[in-house]
């Protein structure tokens, strides 16, 4: 962790104000004079608010951040925040005062931090301090130029987080023949477009089922995964020379695994829709980007992706309720059937 990011780890009791149960922006302005004193006056005033995504009492709320220097920029204010997203935004972006404003510091694929501690108010409470981003979401426009930066920041990502800690932790666990085995029990209850050809592509799933779950389960846990890349969670950052840069938000669902995963996850949010991502292929894309980094591309990344787009694209009917759409659902049928490999057109 750089020094140039607080980071405090307990209050004065006795200055501890009583948490608020109710919204966001009673939780943060309740918090809001600990917040300041502790940043040692640093942190101006909070705009707090209560983003869609948030629940229960967390909140966000955009400040300003004064350095010693006198100059000022732009800050997020987050609380609270999950012990795995607090760590990792730190240790990936925790940057020096007098380094903030570095080309090297604006090049860093995750947000800059000021401050973060674990407690708050006497309570633990995890909360961070980062840079403001101004613009939007690269899902505001998803261009081929947008999703191949997304692509090189997935893959710097991985490499520093790499360089930050050693991948040791068990990846997550996914119950692939529970899902199968759901997906053909939507098809009894029926409704699904194409039930006949559904049911033969689950069919011959269920014949290697075993085999494509062992494959999977064997492949090298080598890499620190974001575990949530869609364009969605990744901001512009501008840069002092003009240009934007790529910045992944959202560390909270970050996991040891084998890195075609992000690849995955990525191409996997536009099946049916790769035309608005500029037919980019995320995981051939992110081979190349690991390879330009020097990052090993750990055993034969293809059919690991192959693989995992059939236990991915059959549990695609077992969870209709909650994600997909008519193009997504016609593409996941198309893998089904070539095999695992993308049709170059919509099924």
């Not at 759901?182 to 098809?187: H, I, K, M």
């Not at 075609?260 to 190349?288: K, M, N, S, T």
């Amino acid at each position: 962790m750089h020094a140039g990011a607080q980071k405090v780890t307990g209050v004065d009791p006795a200055s501890a104000t009583g948490l608020s149960g109710g919204e966001g922006q009673s939780l943060g302005s309740s918090l809001t004079p600990i917040l300041t004193k502790i940043c040692n006056n640093r942190l101006g005033e909070i705009d707090w608010f209560r983003s869609t995504w948030q629940r229960g009492g967390a909140a966000t709320g955009f400040s300003t951040w004064k350095f010693e220097t006198g100059r000022t920029v732009e800050v997020m204010v987050k609380l609270p925040v999950g012990p795995k997203e607090q760590s990792w935004t730190m240790r990936l972006g925790a940057v020096e005062p007098e380094d903030w404003f570095l080309p090297a510091s604006e090049l860093l694929p995750t947000p800059r931090v000021v401050a973060a501690g674990e407690a708050l108010g006497g309570y633990d409470l995890s909360w961070i301090v980062m840079e403001r981003f101004r613009g939007h979401p690269l899902i505001s426009k998803p261009t081929r130029d947008a999703a191949i930066k997304l692509v090189l920041a997935t893959a710097d990502f991985q490499a520093r987080a790499l360089g930050v800690v050693e991948v040791e932790n068990d990846p997550p666990h996914h119950d692939y023949r529970s899902l199968w085995q759901q997906s053909l029990d939507a098809l009894e209850i029926g409704g699904l477009e194409h039930e006949d050809r559904w049911k033969a592509a689950l069919d011959g799933v269920g014949s290697q089922l075993d085999d494509l779950i062992a494959f999977w389960e064997s492949r090298s846990i080598s890499s620190w995964c974001h575990g949530d890349v869609h364009p969605g969670n990744a901001m512009w950052r501008r840069c002092a020379s003009g240009e934007d840069h790529c910045v992944l938000i959202d560390l909270a669902l970050l996991h040891a695994g084998h890195w075609v995963e992000d690849g995955l996850y990525l191409e996997r949010q536009f099946w049916g829709h790769e035309d608005l991502f500029g037919w980019v292929e995320p995981v051939e894309a992110l081979a190349r980007a690991r390879s330009a980094l020097g990052l090993d591309l750990d055993g034969d990344y293809r059919e690991l992706a192959r693989v995992r787009r059939i236990l991915l694209a059959s549990a695609v009917p077992a969870l209709l309720g909650r994600e997909g759409n008519h193009k997504y659902v016609l593409r996941a049928l198309g893998i089904l059937e070539s095999g695992g490999e993308l049709p170059s057109e919509p099924a």
